[in-house]
């Protein structure tokens, strides 16, 4: 059985991680990915952030196969237009002025191949007075808002414990890319895809972002508290810390029984939202004179049972030991032949009618370089040729 973007063919020309992010989406699914790095004598260091072999690189690239091109030499630059002429779609995460320099952009490739879908990703968007600017996830987040929502109250900015702007960024590329690609089933018609860092951070304030274009509110840090759902954050128990989470009045009701604290629903401090969302601080000491009494695991399971929704706050190796997490299996292997079997993060779609697809290692650099030439019509002379000038 086909995977779902089996009939697509992907070249990916992105660097670090938001462009690796959203090629990653179609590699998991099937597509032909043909990942796109320059000779090692042109870049030493690779480009692609983290070392080859390490566990950043392999799970940013798994499912593609790798070939060398120097897109700076003319041989180079026509390589890879030829390859344009048969592909689908094509990926970068350029500053905006270099793919024009390499003429690699989708005028050029449109040119070539009318049917292409051209996605592009940078750190501010393709034009307007910053779209020069390195792109960077952390000045995203600061940029885009993120980090003066982010923290305890009073405590400064805060960056985010992963690198969100990079990562959304690579998801609405690669949701822009399918979109694409299904108006093109419609119209035979390619188009052009492009977002950055600042939009896709901007977009991920969501309900945030909204509080002040709809009701001119400026939010502020909110450390462990839920902006504007009351009482939800931390609380310590006698062995550590769990999250709770309440929203309206019949789960603050349960909550309270269920902390053996009734007198709390007849509080005039905490009759309402309104009043508990102002007394805050009070209300979450007084619901922590009742958590500290009983072990983590022993709330969970009381809490869950009456219907409020709380959780345990995981380290990383605690997480992937929760029987929840081991259930949805998460974690997969890859094979290469340097690693050979090793460990990656899953996508996190699930398709009901679709197999789980084997997952291939990251590639080495131009380790199906003659393969994927031979594929798109090259001749043995011509590979042979690009060898001696360096071109691959």
Excluded at 121 to 130: A, N, V
Excluded at 240 to 254: C, D, F, K, S
Excluded at 288 to 317: F, H, Q
Aim: proline letters at 7%; glycine letters at 10%; aromatic letters at 6%.
């Amino acid at each position: 059985m086909p995977y779902p973007l089996s009939r697509f063919t992907v070249l990916d020309l992105t660097r670090v991680r938001s462009g690796p992010t959203a090629v990653r989406q179609l590699a998991d699914w099937g597509a032909n990915v043909i990942k796109i790095e320059a000779p090692e004598a042109i870049d030493p260091s690779g480009g692609m952030g983290g070392p080859r072999h390490g566990p950043d690189f392999q799970n940013l690239h798994r499912n593609k196969r790798g070939m060398t091109l120097n897109l700076k030499a003319e041989p180079g630059h026509t390589a890879f237009m030829r390859m344009v002429e048969q592909a689908d779609v094509v990926v970068e995460n350029f500053r905006p002025d270099v793919k024009d320099r390499l003429r690699v952009g989708y005028d050029s490739c449109r040119e070539v191949n009318p049917r292409i879908v051209y996605a592009s990703i940078s750190g501010f968007g393709q034009d307007g007075p910053y779209s020069q600017r390195p792109g960077f996830d952390q000045i995203a987040q600061g940029l885009g808002g993120l980090m003066w929502i982010t923290g305890l109250p009073g405590q400064g900015p805060v960056r985010a414990g992963t690198p969100i702007a990079d990562l959304a960024a690579g998801l609405y590329a690669a949701i822009g890319v399918l979109t694409a690609l299904l108006h093109r089933e419609e119209t035979g018609e390619g188009q052009l895809v492009h977002t950055s860092l600042l939009e896709a951070q901007i977009a991920m304030l969501d309900f945030q972002a909204a509080r002040w274009i709809l009701a001119d509110e400026v939010p502020g840090q909110a450390g462990n508290n839920h902006p504007t759902i009351i009482p939800t954050g931390v609380f310590k128990t006698a062995d550590g810390y769990i999250n709770i989470a309440t929203t309206g009045e019949q789960i603050w009701q349960r909550l309270c029984h269920a902390l053996g604290a009734p007198e709390l629903i007849e509080d005039p401090r905490y009759t309402d939202g309104l009043l508990r969302s102002g007394n805050r601080d009070a209300l979450n000491a007084d619901l922590e004179t009742r958590t500290v009494e009983k072990s983590s695991a022993e709330w969970i399971d009381s809490l869950n049972e009456a219907g409020v929704p709380c959780g345990p706050i995981y380290k990383m190796d605690e997480m992937w030991s929760d029987p929840q997490v081991e259930h949805l299996q998460m974690v997969r292997e890859a094979n290469s032949d340097v690693l050979g079997r090793h460990k990656v993060v899953r996508n996190a779609a699930n398709l009901s009618s679709t197999p789980d697809m084997p997952y291939r290692g990251s590639p080495e650099r131009g380790e199906h370089t003659n393969e994927i030439l031979t594929e798109f019509g090259f001749s043995k002379e011509e590979i042979e040729s690009m060898k001696r000038e360096g071109v691959v």
